[in-house]
Nanobody, 120 residues
Framework: QVQLVESGGGLVQPGGSLRLSCAASGSIFSINAMGWYRQAPGKQRELVAKITSGGTSNYADSVKGRFTISRDNAKNTVYLQMNSLKPEDTAVYYC??????????????WGQGTQVTVSS
């Protein structure tokens, strides 16, 4: 079994910053790309940013220049630094990790979600 535990969400004013963390633990052999997705009320879940184990990252156009994804492979942890937050960034943010387990199976895991609210 593998668990993804997220932290760091909350309420912030427009222009503010938050840092999300997601730690994967359990029977992990390897994790390729880890990512953050978000889902706003009434909208589909969308990719925010992804990062490979080698450090290659990509971002949604809406967050480029404001958000930075990073990763600590030794801790199986991915971070999302969010700066210059806007009300339209309000959503539930989900961590995603495609895991190859020690048993040799491939499973796509999701975190439980953390609420980010940007409002004055």
């Amino acid at each position: 079994q593998v668990q993804l535990v997220e932290s760091g969400g909350g309420l912030v004013q427009p222009g503010g910053s938050l840092r999300l963390s997601c730690a994967a633990s359990g029977s992990i052999f390897s994790i390729n790309a880890m990512g953050w997705y978000r889902q706003a009320p009434g909208k589909q879940r969308e990719l925010v940013a992804k990062i490979t184990s080698g450090g290659t990252s990509n971002y949604a156009d809406s967050v480029k220049g404001r958000f930075t994804i990073s990763r600590d492979n030794a801790k199986n942890t991915v971070y999302l630094q969010m700066n210059s937050l806007k009300p339209e960034d309000t959503a539930v943010y989900y961590c995603n990790a495609p895991v190859v387990t020690k048993a040799g199976t491939w499973v796509n895991y999701w975190g439980q979600g953390t609420q980010v609210t940007v409002s004055s």
